[in-house]
């Protein structure tokens, strides 16, 4: 018995000491230690290489990546991107001497926050065009004729085009964005609407635009020409959803079309987008819960929690989302307390602080509320020195993809305020103010590439 020992524990140490490797001898693909892979416009990433079942001798990618990155023998992704663009899946193939392996990551290049334009929603009837600064601050540069009461600006993904929802004339408006300077150029003729169109959102690859409109009980859909941004009536629309619509949002996979309406009835619906014609149909179980004037909803980044905000609840409702089937179910201590009159409410791109834009704040001193989000459970926690001061009214808010800077909107004194962002710790910091158009009721943030 000594002896069979003696032979046999030699080869248990080897096989034990084998198993450390096992896990890749098992592996059959390539993969990336970071997917969904984000990086900035114009900022050096880090080199990310990945595991694979051997030695890569050679690595291909198809399509080609962002300009400025490259992918080396080993199939490490390195550079300086030089252009924006939503997020990308690319097929890398690798040789390994016994054969070939593949797999793919999906790479997002967060655009450098160039230009800002707001919507001014009454008498004036246009949008009011600026640059933003290296510090944040900005820059009056352009006005430029809208609408009828244009309500809501939202920008394209790929930064090319921006899209304003005209509350007053039932239409909305396409512009394309000059890349160097900020300049908007009207493309086409103006797309009629249902009634009151007032809230716009798009997929993250920007095939769809999705309108909610208050005055009737409809989301309008359209796909969108990629190279000129012209909107097409997807067939069915518009299609029929709660009452007085006032918020829409697409869930990061682009697959979900988040609603909410004005009535107190249950309104948190949820709606399947056709992934080929933009089609919409209401998920099993939707709608799922009653909110008080649901004026604004935003999908966690991650997909797992989606939040509303009760204009007279004063309130964030917040929600765990089913990634596969999209239905919702509140979290436990939801809702959260926000300010007076919530309007609009936003996370940043990481997904680590929520704010909300409180427009029931007259004085300007308490008009932002903001919020840690749990990673784990969603719940939200409010971050040191909120509420924090803006415009007087504040009802729309804006976070540059990159993080650094944010921006509010007021009725109340007609301003727009322009924050640093703290990274650690989520702290609003103002960094001065200027002057917007009569009501200034929405915001948005545009990059632009060469």
Known sequence: MLRVLHILLPLLLLAASACKSWGKFWQTEIVYPSNPLMVTQNVAMSPVTPSMPGAAQSCSVSPALPEGLSLASDCTISGTPTAGQPATTYQIAADIGSGTVSGTVTIRVLFQPRFLYSANSIINNNLLAFTINSDGSLTSSATYTSGTNPRFVLVHPHGKFLYVANHGSNDVSTYQI????????????????????????????????????????????????????I??????????????????????????????????????????????????????????????????????????????????????????????????????????????GPAHVVADLPGRFLYVANSGDATGTVGVSGFSIDSASGSLTPISGSPFASPQNPIGLALAETGGFAYACGTGNEQITAYNVNQTTGALGIIGSVTAGTDPFKVAIAGSNP
Do not use: C, M
């Not at 798009?202 to 969108?224: C, R, W």
């Not at 309406?261 to 099993?284: C, H, K, W, Y």
């Open 231 to 340: 909107l097409t009536a997807v067939l069915g629309s518009p299609f029929s959803a709660g009452t007085t619509l006032v918020s829409v949002h697409v869930d990061p996979t682009g697959n979900f079309l988040y609603v909410g309406d004005a009535a107190n009835v249950t309104n948190a619906r949820v709606f399947r987008i056709n992934q080929v014609t933009g089609a919409l149909s209401e998920i099993s179980g939707s709608p799922f819960l009653a909110i008080n004037d649901a004026l604004s909803v935003h999908v966690h980044p991650s997909g797992k929690f989606v939040y509303y905000i009760s204009y007279f609840g004063q309130n964030v409702v917040a929600f765990q989302r089913d990634a596969v089937s999209g239905a919702l179910s509140q979290l436990s201590g939801s809702p959260f307390a926000a300010g007076a």
């Open 178 to 229: 000059n890349a160097s300077t900020g300049a908007l150029t009207p493309v086409g003729a103006t797309v009629s609407a249902s009634l009151n169109p007032y809230s716009l959102a798009s997929d993250p690859q920007g095939k769809f635009l999705f309108v909610g409109h208050e005055g009737t009980n409809t989301v309008a859909a359209y796909t969108i020409e990629k190279s000129t941004g």
